[in-house]
């Protein structure tokens, strides 16, 4: 039924200004049960701020975050801790992340004493579960993170998010620090606990390419927008906005000899405080026609589960990944 599948919703509307700009501006989304939606962009399209405005660690300046069917966008107090331990987030940066002075069972153990969850005795059995779960060992507790690499960081990272077993997980850039080597075992490991414990993630990635493993759903943002959502399949097979046909024919082809037909996209993003008239991908669009300097193109449903924020959206070509690299 449509309860039992779409429990968590529904959207979060995001208006933040910063200063005189909207580093985010009018970005909705729903986020279903057990589902992995993927915010995709380049730096500073505003999808950082987005995860931290759906974690309420900064404010919206508008909209609505709807968690459960509750409107939790001004709850405060005990009502947004309770809030916080649904929703979890795990960054980027598990160098940074991570409190050096503090050992492993203590950096895990947080979370639950700041949310009173159990006592010392339960706290240390439930660590040892933590590092099961996420691959540790049992004597890593008592070590410090400067003695882990970069995966086992994040690992330590993810087993303290789930500490508080959060219902949905943010998962900001949670590869692109580590080695090309070690990014494909925690994408798998975030599979395995998104199975086992029914987790709902928004993935934040800035390209296609770890996206296309991990992925249900994909939207994807610019200068502040969402311009396209799709399933992941259809979104790869089917984009119908120029920015995503840019963006797929970045990733890195595993054939050297396709490498030469990929051009990657033409200019710069420009400044979010000179933000473009009209559609704001229009400086940067190979296909832009004089309306688009004048019409900003709404987000608009092309087909079902499809929405493309672009005038021409049904109009482009067929899109084909090897010829259409050339794009921009
Ligand atoms: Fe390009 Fe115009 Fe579509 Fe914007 S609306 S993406 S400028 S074709
Ligand atoms: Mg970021």
């Known amino acids: 039924s449509v309860a039992k599948h ?6 979060i509307i995001v208006s933040r200004q910063v200063g005189a ?14 589902e992995t939606l993927a915010l995709v962009g380049e730096s500073g399209c505003g999808k950082s701020t987005t995860a931290r405005v759906v974690m309420r660690l900064i404010e919206p300046t508008g909209g609505d975050i709807i968690f459960k069917g509750q409107n939790v966008t001004n709850v405060a107090g005990a009502k947004l801790r309770a809030l916080r331990r ?6 980027q940066d598990p160098y940074a992340s991570l409190n050096p002075r503090l050992t492993v069972a203590d950096t895990i153990a947080e979370p639950m004493a700041v949310h009173g969850i159990g006592d010392a005795a339960s706290r240390k059995a439930r660590v040892q579960e933590l590092l099961r779960l996420t691959g540790l060992r049992a004597f890593h507790a008592d070590r410090y993170p ?85 399933g992941k399949r259809e979104l790869f097979s089917n984009p119908r906005h120029p920015y995503t046909r840019a963006l797929l024919a970045a990733i890195p082809r595993p054939d050297p000899s396709r490498r030469g037909a990929v ?16 559609c704001r991908f229009h400086t940067r669009c190979p296909v832009a026609q004089a309306v688009c300097r004048e019409q900003d193109p709404p987000l608009r449903e ?12 049904e109009d482009l070509p067929r899109f084909d990944a090897e010829a259409d690299g050339g794009i921009a």
Do not use: W
Not at 6 to 11: A, I, M, N, S, T
Not at 21 to 34: C, K, M, N, P, Y
């Open 302 to 313: 092309i087909a079902p589960g499809h929405t493309a924020a672009c005038h021409f959206a």
């Open 86 to 91: 649904h929703l979890q987030i795990v960054f």
């Open 146 to 230: 400067h003695e882990f690499s970069g995966g086992q960081r994040q690992r330590i990272g993810i087993a303290r998010a789930l500490a508080v077993e959060p219902e949905v997980m943010v998962l900001d850039e949670p590869v692109s620090a580590l080695d090309v080597s070690i990014q494909a075992q925690v994408v798998n490991l975030l599979g395995d606990l998104q199975q086992r414990l029914g987790l709902s993630y928004l993935f934040i990635a800035h390209d296609l390419a770890v996206v296309k493993h991990v992925a249900d759903r994909v939207a994807v943002m610019y200068l502040g927008r969402i311009v396209e959502v799709a």
């Open 263 to 278: 051009t990657p996209l033409g200019g710069d993003l420009p400044s979010p405080l000179n933000i473009p008239p009209g």
């Open 21 to 34: 700009v909207r580093a985010v501006d009018g970005v909705s989304f729903t986020l279903h049960r057990g």
């Open 6 to 11: 779409y429990p968590v919703k529904k959207g």
